[in-house]
Nanobody
Framework: VQLVESGGGLVQPGGSLRLSCVAS????????MSWYRQAPGKERELVAA????????NYADSVKGRFTISRDNAKNTVYLQMNSLKPEDTAVYYC?????????????WGQGTQVTVSS
């Protein structure tokens, strides 16, 4: 199982970034996917989530209206489009794949990608 994030970097306040997470080693279209972030000295927090088929999305209040999560099951990829970035969005961003089979719960994490919002 592997989740590989990319697309992070340094951006000025008000700018945009698109994160990507490519999955392998599991049946991607049967897993809900989500993005989390962790800023220095803070706990990891959920940013956005999307259902396995992509029909349902959820967002943290702090990013609603600015971030959009999407997925392409043909490419085993989940995206996070981040617009109107603020300094407080600075964090390491992680993607996660999860599934609850009843008898077992799977949670897979990527290694993270750094996003820094600064002038």
């Amino acid at each position: 199982v592997q989740l590989v994030e990319s697309g992070g970097g340094l951006v000025q306040p008000g700018g945009s970034l698109r994160l990507s997470c490519v999955a392998s080693g599991f049946t991607f279209n049967r897993y809900a996917m989500s993005w989390y972030r962790q800023a220095p000295g803070k706990e990891r927090e959920l940013v956005a989530a999307i259902s396995s088929a992509g029909g349902t999305t959820n967002y943290a209040d702090s990013v609603k209206g600015r971030f959009t999560i999407s997925r392409d099951n043909a490419k085993n990829t989940v995206y996070l489009q981040m617009n109107s970035l603020k300094p407080e969005d600075t964090a390491v961003y992680y993607c996660k794949g999860s599934a609850d089979w009843g008898f077992r719960r799977d949670n897979y994490w990527g290694q993270g990608t750094q996003v820094t919002v600064s002038s």
